[in-house]
């Protein structure tokens, strides 16, 4: 149900915009989020958006320079990452959150309470 794309390779300083497309529900009834995983890390919270798209919230470390959004009419949720860091390289997943359209704290977040995408892979050069 949920596709993730636009991940590649990237020089540090660069941009890079993931999508993650949803089928089958009406999105704008559920938050949105987006988690990354480096290796040899646990997976950490990037992003969530409400089903709305009026509230958004941020890890510290992405804090202004991603920037998530979402396109209800499409399906579909964007992540804008800017200015990337070698830290940032990891894979990102998109995950749906069918239990409310609203967003939680970041750390909080079960896994099982979530729907996932299958990941796509960020490589930043430095």
């Known amino acids: 149900q949920l596709q993730a794309s636009g991940g590649g390779l990237v020089q540090a300083g660069g941009s890079l915009r993931l999508s993650c497309v949803v089928s089958?529900?009406?999105?704008?009834?559920?938050?949105m989020l987006w988690f990354r995983q480096a290796p040899g890390k646990e997976r950490e919270g990037v992003s969530c958006?409400?089903?709305?798209?009026?509230?958004?919230d941020y890890a510290d470390s992405v804090k202004g320079r991603f920037t998530i959004s979402r396109d209800n009419a499409k399906n579909t949720v964007y992540l804008e990452m800017n200015s990337l860091k070698p830290e940032d390289a990891a894979v990102y997943y998109c995950?749906?959150?069918?239990?409310?359209?609203?967003?939680?704290?970041?750390?909080?977040?079960?896994?099982?309470?979530?729907?996932w995408g299958q990941g796509t892979q960020v490589t930043v050069s430095s």
């Open positions: 089958e529900v009406t999105l704008s009834y559920y938050a």
């Open positions: 995950a749906a959150d069918f239990l409310s359209d609203k967003c939680n704290d970041l750390g909080s977040y079960i896994d099982n309470s979530l729907e």
């Open positions: 958006i409400t089903g709305s798209g009026g509230n958004t």
